[in-house]
């Protein structure tokens, strides 16, 4: 199949594509998504099959208003009223009871579904004009980091999927927040640009943090969300995360790239001077925001240059730092190095 590049001026195209049961590749604010018909299970097949996806991971379903919530939950709790008003359209998703009309392959056979409603212009104008929710998990293939340009998506789909529109760079850069009201009390299953100190000016202190956001599950646990338990973000490149003093980092990286070939770092900026090897930058130390829009690109590059060992600097772990920390722990299969 010939995979198509439209402009963002050509979003009717793509709706028209998805009207038909096709696959597109969509940007929205966090990542660029694979969207289908969410009221299709036969087109949502398709995603499964393009991104070789677990049977059993389910995927967020995107709207554009808060009208269409109504018909794909089986209840809507009010608290879902206040945190709309605090954080949609935006980066946030929302774990429900599902309606009947949400097809099995939308939730893996779960009976909750993900609703989000993304800001990205371009996102919410191929939504109203489809006239349907979209279906849509991150447009990367399955295991490999979330795609944050056009570019990304065509790499990874490019002849597996019917079009992909270019809406430039995603701002974000890290997947949404997730959170689930279809426990006893609100549990964040996965940090994103929403923190918890933003959930919880809503929720009150009521918000529960899953274990597996900053740490491993154990053999043989049950994952919250099943989207947990896989390694995830990970470019083919060894990803470890050093810990400890900028001098420490230094003499560990510059002996290891003085011992093996392709040793790269990924590095805060106004670093890369001291290394003896090929530097990536994460942004300025402590700006979480620039952290959260550069991992997934840096990782991507890594595989592009055939990077074998790649040492990233241990940003802070505060507030969007929360995200970045959660998906490098994944590339980086939980390694840490203290120096
Ligand atoms: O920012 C985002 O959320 C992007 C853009 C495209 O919207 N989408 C995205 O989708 O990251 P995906 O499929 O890569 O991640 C969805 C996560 C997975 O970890 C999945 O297991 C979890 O949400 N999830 C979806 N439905 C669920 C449910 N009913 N119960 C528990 N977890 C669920
Ligand atoms: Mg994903």
């Known amino acids: 199949m010939e995979t198509k590049l439209f402009s963002k001026e050509e979003y009717g195209k793509a709706a028209a594509i998805l009207k038909k049961g096709g696959i ?7 990542v660029y998504g694979l969207a289908a018909n969410a009221l299709d299970g036969e ?16 995927l967020i379903v995107h709207i554009a208003e808060l009208s269409e919530l109504d018909d794909l939950v089986a209840f809507v709790p009010p608290v879902v009223y206040d945190l709309a008003d605090a954080f949609w359209p935006g980066p946030l998703t929302i774990i429900l009871d599902k309606s009947p009309i949400i097809p099995d392959e939308v939730t893996t056979g779960l009976d909750t579904v993900a ?14 004009a489809a006239g349907v929710p979209l279906a849509a998990p991150s447009a990367n293939t399955s295991g490999k980091p979330s795609p944050t340009t056009a570019e990304h998506v065509m790499h990874d789909m490019a002849g597996k999927i019917d079009a992909v529109v270019d809406g430039g ?3 974000v850069g890290v997947e949404s927040t997730v959170i689930t009201l279809a426990t006893r009390k609100p549990k964040l299953l996965r940090p994103g640009r929403v923190t918890p100190d933003e959930l919880e000016e809503v929720l009150g ?16 646990e049950r994952a919250a969300s099943p989207g947990m338990k896989y390694k995830h973000y990970s470019p083919s ?23 093996a070939d392709g040793v790269a770092a990924l590095v805060f900026d106004g670093e890369e001077s001291k290394l003896d090897c090929k530097t990536l930058l994460f942004g300025a130390e402590g700006d979480d925001l620039a952290h959260a829009s550069k991992l997934f690109d840096a990782l991507r590059t890594c595989d ?12 802070s772990d505060e507030g969007v730092g929360l995200a970045v920390m959660n998906r490098l722990l994944r590339a980086a299969e939980y390694n840490i190095i203290e120096v």
Request: contains cysteine; hydrophobic residues 40%.
């Open 24 to 30: 597109v590749g969509i940007p929205t604010e966090t």
């Open 43 to 58: 087109a949502v097949a398709k995603i499964f099959e393009a991104k070789g996806r677990p049977q059993d991971n389910p």
């Open 115 to 128: 609703i989000r409603m993304p800001s990205h212009p371009v996102a919410r104008q191929i939504i109203k």
């Open 169 to 171: 760079p995603c701002e």
């Open 205 to 220: 202190d009521e918000l529960i943090i899953d274990d597996a956001v900053l740490g491993k599950l154990k053999e043989g």
């Open 237 to 259: 490149s060894d990803v470890k995360i050093v810990r400890g003093s900028f001098v420490g980092f230094v003499d560990f990286v510059n002996q290891r790239a003085a011992e």
């Open 304 to 315: 592009d240059e055939g990077i074998k060992e790649l040492y990233v600097r241990c940003p």
